[in-house]
């Protein structure tokens, strides 16, 4: 509570508090007239009011303590009608003060939990650096005098060096929190608040809460505790209703700072020692200073070693003070209007040193929707160029649809025969399809694929298809090469195969056959991007597995073509309101619904010391004929001792486990062509068990494989739970998932639980968004997404209200062009640089 009002207030609050005693404020309540008549007029609150104040405190010693009661609730009313919010706290006539504390439900929500302020203490070595540094007087004293208030503020992207009390040291030091410049250290947000806004007497102190106490020192003194090893500072603070004992360890400067007769403001946990109430390294700053450490809701920030909380409050104070005001707000002002939103400035300000826990919320709310809408602008506009492109309409006829369906082994699905449909509208609008296809794994994607590359090709144009390994690739080629020349619809030699260890002659006689035209399809993996390959019509460029590329290599294969159409495929079930943000310039197509006859993979969380269960369940499989898989974690560390980890228990499996089955192994830290060949193997059936790593690759299909086994499954989401299960239950027999999580922990298995109990990839990537955050399945491309500052890509109904707002700014303004809309526009240039390439 920082506005002279709210600060008057809460003297007032406190002067009631002690009954009308005068001694709230050091040497009487009417000695703070003055200064606080000069603050409150520069902070501009109306003459009428703060003279009103002033005349009716400034004899306030004199009076009576009933009149002095009532001279308070005039200056109370006063004050209310000036700042309603004012009137939030409770008013000096109120009854006696109840032990008012917030209930810790409202701190979690806003990750500001009271009492925990240790953190900060430790990080902040005792020494002499920090002694100068904690003594921050002068960098205060330094910026009042350099800026005068109506002085032109320095450029955003100014270094930190011109902040007064800043220099290089300090900077580099800042620098490795990454903070360079002026706009950086405005935008380095609080990691969390401590509530310390109550202000209390000490006679009504409880044991346990979080408080803040004004007093003045009595004694103070410094003894050597431990040996010598550290030293206890020992403080009495009274304020004339009791007095308290405060210490702090190993902080020797505050015997020279806190003399005896200085008033205090000391803020933090009431603890107890020997029966009597105390305070242990609570935060201090002499009253007389603006308080940012004490008696407020105090931000609190990353550190790093050389950067005090304290030193850095102060640095940001000045810097937020300055410029948050001179930020220009990208939001109209009409729209800011309408959904109620603070100014940016305000919102910078207070989220920085809040004034209530209340108008942080509201600030924290506005800087989310300016994120989220500035994401959805972007996304939006990409989009918007997309369809503005022209492309040869390509007519595809109701008989090729018949006979490609004539000669599919099984009956498409609702979804799968939705999906051709959309295929087939987009192909022939004449408009470059920009289409999603999410499914499931297993859902079959596949031949929705190969109908669409079918199409192209009949229409005499090319299609190429993009696949992430060579094994999938390969598994590609066989697939289409069944579907469509299997029906006699394409000659099986004009599809063809181009991965990295296709025989030179071979690419040599396929690049002829793509330039000329006789290769209709292609299938390939990075090779096709980076060979010289060149098309003589391509028409369609298809992308499996999306997350397992980047944005340039999907562009790079756009640009082979002439505005081709684009096909990306992804098993990543992410969902809806995330799918619209992340991939908002693609059309999404959903395959919600699994082919019949599947048997239900069936899942068994079994307790560690049950892992010699799972192996006899395994070797059981092994003997009918089966084979498995077993996944090892990401050991933490590097891919040296993750690969040494699946190394040993590979070695352990073989020789102990599974003794009389051939054993692979299959981790990061092997060439592709090592990776593919044990693939290839277990493919062949040749390795009866393949232990991997997460490297595991996603889309194989092995029919012949029925178990998944997963260790340490706590270490992964369930999303990526659900991708290795879809390893297995691909051929005609049961299959099963066996999790072994590394603990007995309860909580976490709970979670695991949830893959015994569904099947859905949908419904585990929405609880694993609710419990994990959307980065980690959202791949490596997507990755930048979960670093918005306050946006949540989880909170659906900030994302709704983004889209509907984005969607109407754009249709009022498509290049955002209006005057009103300029500093929108820079701020969605700056956005979208900042991310380029995590953005469709
Ligand atoms: P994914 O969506 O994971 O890429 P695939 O395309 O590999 O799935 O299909 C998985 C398996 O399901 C394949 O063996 C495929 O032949 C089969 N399949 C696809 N569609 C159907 C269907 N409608 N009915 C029965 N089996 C199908
Ligand atoms: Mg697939």
Not at 606 to 630: H, I
């Amino acid at each position: 509570m920082n506005t002279p009002l709210a600060k008057l207030a809460k003297f007032l609050r406190l002067e009631a508090d002690r009954g009308y005693d005068n001694r709230a404020v050091l040497g009487g309540l009417d000695r703070m007239v003055e200064p606080w008549r000069e603050e409150a007029l520069a902070a501009g609150v109306t003459s009428a009011t703060v003279e009103a104040v002033a005349a009716r405190l400034r004899d306030y010693s004199s009076l009576s303590p009933h009149s002095r009661q009532e001279a308070l609730e005039d200056v109370w009313r006063l004050l209310e009608e000036t700042d309603p919010d004012v009137g939030q706290t409770a008013s000096p006539s109120a009854s006696p003060p109840a032990i008012a504390h917030r209930p810790t439900g409202h701190h979690e929500a806003l990750s500001g939990t009271p009492g925990a302020a240790s953190e900060e203490h430790a990080e902040v070595a005792p020494g002499a650096d920090l002694e100068s540094q904690d003594d921050d007087g002068e960098l205060e004293t330094a910026i009042a005098s350099t800026e005068p208030p109506t002085g032109k503020a320095p450029a955003l992207s100014a270094p930190l060096t011109t902040v007064p009390g800043i220099g290089p040291k300090s900077a580099s030091t800042l620098a490795k929190l990454g903070l360079r410049t002026l706009e950086d250290l405005l935008w380095y947000l609080p990691r969390r608040y401590e509530d310390y806004s109550q202000l209390k007497t000490i006679h009504r102190l409880w044991y346990g809460e979080v408080v803040t106490v004004i007093g003045t020192v009595e004694s103070i003194e410094m003894r050597p505790i431990r040996g010598g090893r550290m030293k206890l500072i020992e403080c009495i603070v009274s304020d004339g209703t009791g007095s308290l004992r405060v210490t702090w360890f190993n902080q020797p400067w505050l015997v020279n700072q806190l003399r005896p007769g200085t008033a205090v403001a000391l803020s933090g946990l009431v603890d107890q020692y020997l029966g009597r109430l105390t305070m242990s390294s609570p935060e201090w700053e002499p009253l007389e200073r603006q308080q940012l450490h004490t008696n407020r809701i105090v931000p609190i920030y990353g550190l790093t070693a050389g950067v005090t909380a304290r030193w850095l409050r102060r640095v940001v104070d000045s810097v937020v003070g300055r410029l948050a005001q001179r930020v220009p707000d990208p939001l109209p002002e009409a729209m800011r209007a309408e959904l109620d939103l603070p100014a940016l400035g305000d919102a910078l300000q207070q989220v920085h040193f809040p004034d209530s826990w209340e108008r942080l919320r509201t600030a924290q709310a506005r800087l989310a929707f300016d994120e989220m809408l500035l994401l959805q602008l972007a996304v939006m506009q990409l989009k918007h160029e997309w369809t503005a492109l022209t492309t040869e309409p390509l007519a595809v006829g109701d008989d090729w649809v018949a006979a490609f369906n004539a000669h599919l082994p099984y009956a498409l699905t609702a979804a799968q025969n939705q999906a051709l449909a959309d295929v087939r509208h987009d192909l022939g609008t004449g408009r470059p399809m920009n289409r999603l296809l999410q499914g499931d794994v297993g859902s079959g994607k596949t031949v929705i694929a190969a109908a669409a590359m079918g199409m192209t090709a009949s229409s005499g144009a090319q299609a190429a298809l993009l696949a992430p390994t060579s094994i999938l690739a390969d598994q590609h080629l066989a697939s289409l090469r069944t579907l469509l020349s299997g029906g006699g619809l394409l000659p099986e030699g004009s599809i063809r195969l181009l991965i990295g260890a296709t025989p030179a002659a071979e690419k040599e006689e396929i690049r002829r056959g793509l330039l000329s035209g006789d290769i209709r399809i292609v299938v390939g993996t990075h090779a096709l991007l980076e060979e010289p390959v060149a098309f003589a019509r391509l028409r369609l460029a298809v992308i499996d597995e999306q997350h397992r590329f980047g944005v340039e290599q999907r562009a790079a294969l756009r640009a082979k073509g002439a505005n081709p159409h684009l096909l990306v495929m992804t098993a990543t079930p992410i969902p809806r309101s995330l799918a619209l943000t992340v991939f908002g310039d693609l059309d999404l197509t959903l395959l919600d619904e699994m082919p019949a006859g599947r048997i239900p993979i069936e899942t068994r969380l079994l307790r560690p010391a049950e892992r010699s269960r799972a192996y006899r369940f395994v070797t059981a499989q092994l003997e009918a004929g089966r084979q498995a898989f077993v996944i090892y974690p990401l050991v933490e560390g590097s891919e040296n001792v993750e690969a040494k980890a699946a190394v040993d228990e590979h070695r352990r499996l073989q020789d102990e486990v599974f003794p009389s089955y051939r054993v692979g192994l299959l981790h990061g830290r092997l060439r592709p062509d090592e990776k593919d060949e044990a693939m290839a193997q277990f493919r062949r059936g040749e390795l009866h068990v393949l232990v991997s790593t997460s490297v595991v690759e996603v889309g194989v299909d092995v029919p012949n494989a029925t178990v998944m086994l997963i260790e340490g499954a706590n270490r992964f989401g369930l999303a990526q739970l659900h991708q290795f299960r879809g390893r297995v239950g691909r051929g005609p027999h049961a299959s099963y998932c066996l999790l072994v999580p590394e603990t007995d922990d309860e909580r976490e298995n709970e979670r695991l639980q949830a893959m015994e109990s569904t099947n859905d990839g949908f419904r585990l990537a929405e609880m694993d968004l609710e419990q994990r955050g959307p980065g980690d399945f959202l791949g490596t491309r997507q990755a930048g997404f979960a670093e918005l500052r306050l946006a949540r890509l989880t909170d659906i109904h900030l994302i709704e209200q983004a889209r509907r707002e984005a969607a109407r700014l754009l249709e009022l303004d498509p290049k955002l062009a209006r005057p009103e809309h300029a500093a929108l526009a820079r701020s969605l240039q700056e956005f979208a640089s900042a991310r380029k390439g995590e953005i469709s």
